[in-house]
C-alpha cells in the first residue's frame, strides 16, 4: 500500500479553505487524490461503495491531521449521488459549500468489442458515463451560482486513442470527455473551470476489477515502470492550485514507456 506524507507536513495549503469532494476514494487514484488534496488543505469528503475501506482512508487522512469525512455510496446510483451532495453541505467542516468535485469513480472491462462481455456493458456506461454527467451536472449548476469551482473529470488515454483491446471501455471514456468539455464550454463564462485527466497505465486494483489477465501483465512488460496513482493524484493537485484565470483544460499522463495507446 502506497504510504503518504503526513498532512500536517511541509506541503503548501494551496487548498485551504475549500472543501472537496473525490468519488472512487477507496482505493487508487481516488484514494491517492483524497490525500493529496488533504494535504494541500482541502477539507475532503470521500465516496466510495466499501464504506469499511472509505473509512479506514477517512481515519487515516484525520490521523495526519487532515479533515475527512467518509460517504458511502455507489455512484451509478443517481439517489445516492444526490446524498452525497446533501451530506456534503450538511458536514460541519465543509462551511455549508463544496468547492472541488473529483469526479473518479469508474471501472474497465477487458477484452475488445468482440470479446468483451456484453452482459457488463451497460453497467459500464450507467457508471463511466450516466453516473459521471449526472454528478458534473449537479455539482456544476450549484457552481454556476457561486462564480466558481473546479470539476475534475478523470478520463483515460484509451479515451483519445482507441485501443481495439479495449474498445468498449475507451468508448465510455470517449464519451465522458466530450461530455466534460462541452460542459466546459457552457460554464466557463461563469468561473467555473472543467478539467479532463487522462491517465496512461496505473497500477491499481483497476486491472484486476477490468478482467485483466496475467497475459496483459506481461504484455506491458516491455514498457518499463508504470505509474503509481500518487502521479496521477499529484497532477490534478497541480492543476487545482492554478490562479483562478488559468484553466489546464487537459492532461494526458503516461508512463515514459508507454508508446500506445
Known sequence: MTKHKAVEGKTNKLLWGKTAIVTGASSGIGRATAFKLAQAGAAVVLHARRKDRLTKVAEDIQSQGGKAYAVGGDASLLSDLDILLERTLSWKESGG??????????????????????????????????????????????????????????????????????????????????????????????????????????????????????????????????????????????????????NVSEIMIRPTGQNIP
Open 97 to 246: 459549500k463544496y468547492d472541488i468535485v473529483v469526479v473518479n469513480a469508474g471501472r474497465g472491462l477487458a477484452g475488445s468489442t468482440l470479446a468483451s462481455d456484453d452482459k457488463q456493458w451497460q453497467e459500464l456506461y450507467q457508471l463511466n458515463v450516466i453516473g459521471a454527467a449526472h454528478l458534473m451536472r449537479h455539482t456544476a449548476q450549484y457552481m454556476v451560482t457561486k462564480k466558481s469551482g473546479d470539476i475534475v473529470v478523470i478520463g483515460s488515454v484509451v479515451g483519445r486513442n482507441i485501443s481495439p483491446f479495449s474498445a468498449f471501455y475507451g468508448s465510455s471514456k470517449f464519451a465522458i470527455s466530450a461530455i466534460a468539455e462541452g460542459l466546459r464550454q457552457e460554464v466557463c463564462a461563469h468561473g467555473v473551470r472543467v478539467s479532463l485527466v487522462m491517465p496512461g497505465i496505473v497500477i491499481s486494483e483497476f486491472q484486476k476489477v477490468a478482467g485483466y489477465t496475467e497475459d496483459f501483465g506481461k504484455g506491458i512488460a516491455y514498457m518499463g515502470k508504470l505509474l503509481e496513482p500518487q502521479v496521477i493524484a499529484d497532477g490534478i493537485c497541480w492543476l487545482l492550485s492554478q490562479p483562478p484565470h488559468v
